[in-house]
Nanobody, 119 residues
């Protein structure tokens, strides 16, 4: 498992941009699939962006597709969520998560960082 620490959350205007960062500890970060989830009170955590180990596959929830990006830097053990033109419904707690390349479930989680989008 990895230890994950998110940063970069805060207040952003709708239509602006914000980048979240996730720092991972562990020598095998490059072998992990990474995801960004978000959660609002009373609702389940939802995967919004995914990047495979190796970085050749990315997927996005339809609500953020074409506006969010999920780059990773294996040399720095970092993964990011670039939020472009976020909408008010993007207001949520955002979590970074890791899944070993042979695992089915995400089994490492960060503590979360709050993003608030003002309209």
């Amino acid at each position: 498992q990895l230890q994950l620490v998110e940063s970069g959350g805060g207040l952003v205007q709708a239509g602006g941009s914000l980048t979240l960062s996730c720092a991972a500890s562990g020598r095998t970060f490059s072998t992990y699939n990474m995801g960004w989830f978000r959660q609002v009170p009373g609702k389940e955590r939802k995967l919004v962006a995914f990047i495979s180990w190796g970085g050749d596959v990315t997927t996005f929830d339809d609500s953020v597709k074409a506006r969010f990006k999920i780059p990773r830097d294996d040399a720095k053990n970092m993964v990011y969520l670039q939020m472009n033109s976020p909408r008010a419904e993007a207001t949520a707690m955002y979590y970074c998560a890791a899944r070993g390349k042979t695992n089915f479930d995400f089994d490492s989680w960060g503590q979360g960082t709050q993003v608030t989008v003002s309209s």
